[in-house]
Nanobody, 127 residues
Framework: QVQLVESGGGLVQAGGSLRLSCAASGRTFSSYAMGWFRQAPGKEREFVAA????????YWADSVKGRFTISRDNAKNTVYLQMNSLKPEDTAVYYC????????????????????WGQGTQVTVSS
């Protein structure tokens, strides 16, 4: 089992930036592909971004491409989501997730395909 703890959320004005962090326990962090998902009030949880075990393959949802960047530091057992040019529609609870079965260079896009989840961190973007 692995524990994931998100941090870095908060209230920001439209056009601003936030950097979310997800710290993982255990020694097997490098064995997991990592993803970020978000859930807005009254909506389903949706894919935001993912990064492979190798760190060499990254993917973003069309809604955030060009604005968000996902990265990982295996030495620190941490995955990051740099969020720039934030919009009110980015307001949501953001969750990090770990996938223990992904191949070295691949990622998955469905929430049900991930094995471990953090508790989430609130991001609110004002207009």
């Amino acid at each position: 089992q692995v524990q994931l703890v998100e941090s870095g959320g908060g209230l920001v004005q439209a056009g601003g930036s936030l950097r979310l962090s997800c710290a993982a326990s255990g020694r097997t962090f490098s064995s997991y592909a990592m993803g970020w998902f978000r859930q807005a009030p009254g909506k389903e949880r949706e894919f935001v971004a993912a990064i492979s075990r190798s760190g060499g393959s990254t993917y973003w949802a069309d809604s955030v491409k060009g604005r968000f960047t996902i990265s990982r530091d295996n030495a620190k057992n941490t995955v990051y989501l740099q969020m720039n040019s934030l919009k009110p529609e980015d307001t949501a609870v953001y969750y990090c997730a770990a996938d223990r079965t992904a191949m070295y260079t691949t990622v998955k896009f469905g929430a049900l395909e991930y094995d471990y989840w953090g508790q989430g961190t609130q991001v609110t973007v004002s207009s």
